[in-house]
């Protein structure tokens, strides 16, 4: 009944900054954020309503957009470091105009579906934009989907166009991955040109695809000589008996290159478009089961950027470096949605995660905000720690957020005093509220950034109700599932109204006289929480991985950061396994520091091992693990099992996939006859 987690989740314990208390913001914006928010009274339950002001924006984003564009047209909007490109807003907006006529006459229209696919390049920003404006529907999908993920992302949303590059750039990788066997596999034929004028795609609504030339464009012309005999027919515009060849291919640049003499003329869509339009249709993580594909409106992601800038305190003067996928929320809600609310820049360091080059773009951009989620600190801070990256030019980071799976206090501290992020903020949300409902602020106390993931942000209510009794509201201070309400809320999953039913609940709204007067509607994330008398939210787990040992909840967070802070712990993950005696019992995956050698001194428990690891000085035995949680927390929190493993498996957000573990570690089991 529960809602996938939030690629966005955060951690309570993600803002342990210094605990000085002399933390604060060199933006005048910040240090309004608490001044406008309303005074609060203490909560007698957990139910609370975030601030009434700011008032919620109430224009479409191609509405607010333009404004944005008038007033900071020739401020820089994106910086695509790899590409070496940089577009300012008026520039971003004449790109997106060309683009829209373009796909316009290629016959985008509003509500259409249209996926891209494509890593952080100024291409998916112009992309972006012109189907905004076109009342299309973006639907970003990670470009490290196979074929098979490709074909059943389309099918089910019954996507008309695809925008995709002729290789895909992936994270920590030096060499890309090539998508021509990707589109023989969608039914693009192996001559390209289709015979006789005729195509059929493997995806039935598919009607073109749209192709940006990479940087090894030219690679790809000379290896497959039938891609350059389609480009020259494209560029010929190719005529038979006065009618257009149907071609299934054409190339964005061309599209925005043929329209640029219109370019500073407005774009009006087919029809009027609404702020409660479906404009962003993005996929759920699938930590705990299939993806889904989330709809979400003008409304919805215009004014959440717009208060997640507010609460960073952002301006026109910023540089906001953002690693996290635009394919996410991450990247394009609060990326896009918050820097151009603001006027504010955006910076790409490369297509996909590269973290010496998010370093490097720091530092030559001056960049003063940065995201990320715990892994790619993680790998950040590894580079500055071993002198590959110099340490010195952060000094203008002031601000960022931190999002994604648990982190432990020592990282934040690493992060405060190795990057200057003094002013970090943490995000807690989930794709289906657009993203975030919870956030902290540079002028929080110290200890509640220590402990929550803040308050609500301004126009959304949140509760917290029994797990068991969904119509219990509980004390302050207690644990139970957290359930959101607000302009944030999606519309419903695409065509899936058996899942939208089972999270989505509205309820109805009486006046003094128990007359119906309205309804409200209530999202159930599925995440164990807790608020405090102030507001204050605590994430303590995920409903779906509690773990019941002989009848008693066992929290995975608990027993996760334990482990955290054993030196030869490099990332934790915890889960329960079935168990004959107790029902379930605890299973630790543990990733080692580098260099450092595990020893399995029970049955089963190494499931990965490489060459770097099994040579190195230093060894970890279970053993050794177990007792290190045995002294510091009670007995039957303690791994039953631990097994080493090199990667986890995870969500293209770099959220782990419990589930997954799980198999993996009952399959272990199983082949060493242990269940």
Known sequence: MHAIRSLLGATSRWASVLKAGRISCSHNA??????????????TES????????????????QHFADIVSKYGDRTAVISKQQNVRLTYRDLDEKSNSLARGLREEGVLKGDRVAVMLGNNWEFAVATYA????GAILVPLNPAFNSAQVISALNHLEAGYLIISLETSLPYKEQGRENISLLTDLGLPNHWL??????????????????????????YVYTYPEFDATYCQLQSLVRKEEEMVDIPVCVLDHLIVCHDRESSKSIIPDSPLHMDDT??????????????????????????????????GLTSQDIVCCPPPLFHCFGCILGYMATATHGSAILFPSEAFSPSTVLRSVQEEKATALYGVATMFIAELELLAN???????????????AAGSSVPRHLMEKLHKALNLKGLTICYGMTETSPVSCMTTPTDPIQKRIDSVGRLLPHIDAKVVSVDDHSSIVSPNTRGELVISGYNVMKGYWNDEVRTNEVRVAENILDANGEEVGEKVWMYTGDEAEMD?????????????????????IHPLEIEN???????????????????????????????????RFEADDAGSRIEEDETVTNAEHALTTQALKDWVRGQLSGHLVPKHIFWINEYPKTASGKIQKFKLKEMGMEILKQNGLV
Not at 30 to 43: A, G, P, V, W, Y
Not at 195 to 206: A, D, F, I, Q, Y
Not at 288 to 297: E, G, I, V
Request: proline residues 6%; aromatic residues 8%; positive net charge.
């Open 30 to 43: 910040t240090q309004l954020i608490q001044s406008n928010e309303r005074k609060r009274t203490l909560l």
């Open 47 to 62: 139910y609370s309503q975030g601030p009434s002001n700011p008032p919620l924006l109430t224009q479409t984003i191609p």
């Open 131 to 134: 189907l905004f404006k076109l």
């Open 194 to 219: 289709p015979s006789e004028h005729t195509h059929k795609w493997t995806v039935p609504s598919l009607q073109k695809i749209i192709l940006t030339r990479s940087s090894k464009w030219d690679h």
């Open 279 to 312: 404009i962003n249709i993005q996929f759920t993580s699938g930590t705990t089961s299939a993806p889904k594909a989330a709809c979400l409106s003008h409304n919805s992601i215009l004014n959440n950027g717009y208060f997640i800038g507010e609460r960073m």
């Open 387 to 401: 002198g590959t990256i110099s340490p010195t030019g952060f000094e203008h980071l002031r601000t960022g957020i």
């Open 533 to 553: 008398e102030e507001g204050y939210v605590k994430i303590t787990g995920r409903i779906k991985d509690l773990i019941i040992r002989g009848g008693e909840n």
């Open 562 to 596: 334990c482990l955290f802070t054993h030196w030869g712990v490099g990332e934790v993950s915890v889960v329960g396994i079935p168990d004959e005696k107790y029902g379930e019992c605890v299973a630790a995956f543990i990733v080692p520091r580098k260099r450092l």
